[in-house]
């Protein structure tokens, strides 16, 4: 079983910065791979960025560049910087975490754990 909070949403000008934290609480494990999604008002959820085991990272096309994702392993503490915020970029914000790496993480299949979301605003 893996809990994840997160922490550090709040608002924000447009070109602004934040910092999004997730602590994951698990049985002695560090999942396999952790990443963050997010759903926007009246859209679905999208995967925003995603980091496995090793180190290996993949982001959605609308983050690239801007956005950057980090993880501590021994802590199993997860976070996404992101620069330039975007009015679009307005969205809760979710942890989450999966047994499954390699080309799952990397597409954002469909994770095991959720956190229960932390929210970004962003004012143009």
């Known amino acids: 079983q893996v809990q994840l909070v997160e922490s550090g949403g709040g608002s924000v000008e447009a070109g602004g910065s934040l910092n999004i934290s997730c602590v994951a609480s698990t049985s002695g494990y560090s999942p396999s791979c952790m990443a963050w999604f997010r759903r926007a008002p009246g859209k679905e959820r999208e995967g925003v960025a995603s980091m496995d085991w090793s180190g290996r990272d993949a982001y959605a096309d609308s983050v690239k560049g801007r956005f950057t994702i980090s993880r501590d392993n021994a802590k199993n503490i997860l976070h996404l910087q992101m620069n330039n915020l975007k009015p679009e970029d307005t969205a809760i914000y979710y942890c989450?975490?999966?047994?499954?790496?390699?080309?799952?993480?990397?597409?954002?299949?469909?994770?095991?754990?959720w956190g229960q979301g932390t929210q970004v605003t962003v004012s143009s």
């Open positions: 989450a975490a999966s047994p499954d790496g390699g080309n799952k993480c990397r597409t954002f299949f469909a994770p095991t754990y």
